[in-house]
């Protein structure tokens, strides 16, 4: 298949990210409307500093998995330096695209050679303040995983909106050597996010959004820009 044929179907496809931090994942997407993700554009703002904290960590707290991008990009990031990643995604569901749904399970068993070495936790779960059986703390998933506390890790947040109560159920994440990244929806909400890492003792960067070189600006319904934490040098500590 060519280039061009696999970026205009229609249907979820079997893809191979070709370029960007999560070069090389395998993953199940829709290409019509996943060019930017196959060809590494997808937020391309993001790029430089994703590069940079995936040679920093090798736990994964995917907040809001989506469509398994982010979760099977990292894993394959991790896997192509030579680390065993861990990986908790929650993700509430995605019942109306069942073929996409599938891969929040675990990877597909013709893809399961090129992630040997991974493990994948998926949680159909909202994250939150509070705990109740739909909604779970972060702090809760932690105390249910003793054995991840205190490794590098990253936690990336893109919960549309909720973003400062996933903050305030993350108190032991908050601290260093955790590295955030937050979606921020909405200009509002950006100062509760910033205070609240802030808080924490952590540097952070606001990353705006911006149109790629190529293919212009995304798309999106409201304002939108990313909250990261200010890495360390791989020689020093924050």
Excluded at 112 to 136: K, S
Excluded at 197 to 207: E, F, I, S
Aim: glycine share 8%; with cysteine.
């Amino acid at each position: 298949m060519t280039l061009l044929a696999l970026l205009t179907k229609q249907t979820p496809t079997p893809v191979t990210i070709l370029a960007g931090p999560f070069r090389g994942a395998r993953l199940i997407l829709n290409p019509a409307h996943s060019k930017r993700k196959i060809l590494g554009a997808y937020e391309h703002v993001l790029n430089p500093w994703l590069k940079a904290a995936l040679r920093q960590v090798d736990v994964i707290w995917d907040v809001g998995a989506n469509d398994g991008y982010f979760t099977y990009g990292c894993a394959a990031a991790i896997l192509g330096q030579g680390r065993h990643p861990h990986i908790v995604a929650f993700e509430p569901g995605m019942d109306d695209t069942p073929s996409l749904a599938e891969q929040l399970t675990g990877p597909a068993q013709r893809w399961a050679a090129a992630y040997a070495g991974a493990t994948f936790e998926f949680l159909p779960l909202y994250v939150g303040a509070r705990n109740d059986g739909v909604t779970i703390t972060l702090d809760a998933a932690l105390d249910a995983r003793p054995a991840l506390a205190g490794r590098a890790a990253l936690v990336k947040v893109d919960v549309e909106g909720a973003e400062v109560d996933v903050l305030d159920g993350a108190r032991r994440l908050l601290t260093a050597p955790v590295q955030w990244l937050v979606e921020v929806h909405g200009e509002h909400l950006l100062e509760p996010v910033l205070s609240r890492l802030r808080a924490a003792g952590r540097t952070v960067d606001v990353h705006p959004l911006r149109p790629h070189w190529l293919f212009g600006p995304e798309a999106r319904t409201i304002p939108t820009c990313w909250v990261t934490t200010r890495l360390p040098s791989p020689t020093s500590s924050e």
